[in-house]
C-alpha cells in the first residue's frame, strides 16, 4: 500500500500525469495507474505542480497550527493564569500564617490547578483527543475558584474580594465560550474526535474536594469566637486577636484612659492608651517617670491573674513582648512602659 501511495505521489508532479474518473490518477502514457517500485524511466518533473501542491500543503499546515486566539488562551490564560495563582496562592499561605492542615488543603488545589494547565497545554500541541476536556477542566476550576471568592466576600463582608470575584468568573465565561466556538480549535480535535479520560475525572474531584474543605475552613474560623485552631499557626493566631480587637477601639481601658489601637512590630505587641484628662505641658519628667513605673508594676501584677488566658499563654510560649504607648488627651507621647519577654514568664504564673 505505502509503495502504492508513493507510485501516485510521484505520478501527481510529473508532466505526463492524466486522470481517470474511476480511479484517480493514472500515467498520461499507459493510461493506467503506475506499476513501478523505485523510479519511472519516463518520469518527467512539473515544477509548476511541485510548487502548487508545496503551497497547499504549507496552507493546510497552517490552518491546523495553533496560533491566533487559541495559542494566547493555552499561553496567556491557562499558561501565565496558573503560574500567578501559583505565585499568589504561596504568597498568602506564608503570609497569612496558615497553618500545616490549612496549607496542604491550599497546595493540593494549586497543584491540580498547575498539572491540569500544563498537561491542557501539552495535549493541544500534541494533538490528543483529550486536549479540550483538559481546557474545559481547567475553566471549570476558574470558575468555580470565582464563587468560592463571592462566598467569602460574603462570609466575611469584604467588599474588595467582590470585583476579583466577578472578573474572574467573566475571564472563565468567555473562554468557555471561544473553546466550544473556535474553528482553530475545532481543525485541530475536532468534535467527533474528543474524549474525556478517568485522569480529567479525578483531576476535577480532587480539586472541587480540595476547595470545598477550603471554604468549610473558613466558615469554621469565620463562626468561631476562638481563631486558634488546625488552620492558623500560633503567630497567625496572634495577629488575627490583634485586627479583632482593633475593629472594636477605641474602648475604655480605665478611668480616664481609652485604648486607641494595638499593633504588630515584629515580636513586640504595642498598646497605645490615650489619656484623655491629662496634658503633657502641665507634667513633669519626674511624674512621668514614676507613673511609668507604677504602672508596669500593676501589669505585671494583672498577668499572675491572666497567666491561664489563652491569648496570655500563647503570647508567653513563642517569646512575644509588650509595650504600652501612653498619650496625652492631644496624641503627644507621655511615656511607654516595656515588659520583655522574660518579665513576663517570671510574672506568669507557671513560667
Known amino acids: 500500500m505505502k509503495i502504492q501511495e508513493e507510485s501516485v505521489r510521484i505520478c501527481s508532479v510529473c508532466k505526463h500525469r492524466d486522470f481517470d474518473p474511476t480511479c484517480g490518477v493514472v500515467c498520461g502514457l499507459t493510461k493506467t495507474k503506475a506499476n513501478f517500485e523505485d523510479s519511472c ?3 518527467d518533473e512539473d515544477e509548476t505542480q511541485v510548487t502548487k501542491l508545496a503551497e497547499k500543503a504549507k496552507v493546510l499546515e497552517q490552518s491546523k497550527s495553533i496560533r491566533g486566539w487559541l495559542a494566547f488562551f493555552l499561553w496567556g490564560g491557562i499558561g501565565l493564569g496558573a503560574l500567578a495563582s501559583l505565585i499568589i496562592g504561596i504568597r498568602e499561605i ?3 500564617g ?6 496542604c488543603f491550599c497546595l493540593v488545589r494549586l497543584s491540580i490547578l498547575c498539572i491540569v494547565s500544563v498537561c491542557s497545554i ?5 494533538r490528543r483527543t483529550n486536549a479540550v476536556s483538559l481546557a474545559t477542566i481547567y475553566l471549570v476550576m476558574v470558575l468555580l475558584d470565582g464563587l468560592s471568592q463571592f462566598a467569602l466576600a460574603y462570609l466575611f463582608g469584604e467588599g474588595t474580594i467582590a470585583p476579583q470575584a466577578m472578573r474572574q468568573l467573566a475571564w472563565g465565561m468567555v473562554w468557555f465560550a471561544f473553546l ?6 475545532e481543525e485541530l480535535i475536532p468534535t467527533s474526535s474528543r474524549t474525556w479520560t478517568r485522569f480529567e475525572m479525578i483531576a476535577l474531584a480532587v480539586y472541587v474536594a480540595a476547595s470545598t474543605l477550603i471554604l468549610l475552613s473558613f466558615v469554621y474560623v469565620r463562626t468561631s469566637n476562638n481563631p486558634q485552631n488546625i488552620f492558623y499557626t500560633e503567630d497567625a493566631y496572634i495577629r488575627q486577636n490583634i485586627e479583632n480587637v482593633n475593629r ?8 480616664d484612659l481609652v485604648l486607641k489601637r494595638v499593633s504588630l512590630d515584629g515580636k513586640n505587641i ?7 484628662k491629662i496634658f503633657k505641658t502641665e507634667l513633669q519628667d519626674s511624674f512621668l517617670t514614676e507613673t511609668a513605673e507604677t504602672f508596669k508594676q500593676d501589669v505585671l501584677s494583672g498577668l499572675r491573674d491572666a497567666s491561664s488566658d489563652e491569648f496570655v499563654s500563647i503570647c508567653l510560649k513563642n517569646d512575644y513582648s509588650i509595650q504600652y504607648n501612653y498619650i496625652d488627651a492631644i496624641s503627644l507621647p507621655l ?8 518579665e513576663l514568664k517570671t510574672a506568669a504564673v507557671g513560667y
Open 98 to 103: 496558615y497553618g500545616f492542615l490549612f496549607s
Open 122 to 126: 501539552l495535549a493541544f500541541y500534541r
Open 180 to 185: 466550544q466556538k473556535s474553528e482553530n480549535v
Open 41 to 43: 524511466p519516463d518520469y
Open 270 to 276: 504595642l498598646y497605645t492608651i490615650q489619656m484623655i
Open 248 to 255: 472594636n477601639l477605641p474602648v475604655s481601658a480605665g478611668e
Open 94 to 96: 506564608i503570609t497569612e
Open 335 to 342: 511615656f511607654q512602659v516595656k515588659i520583655t519577654s522574660e
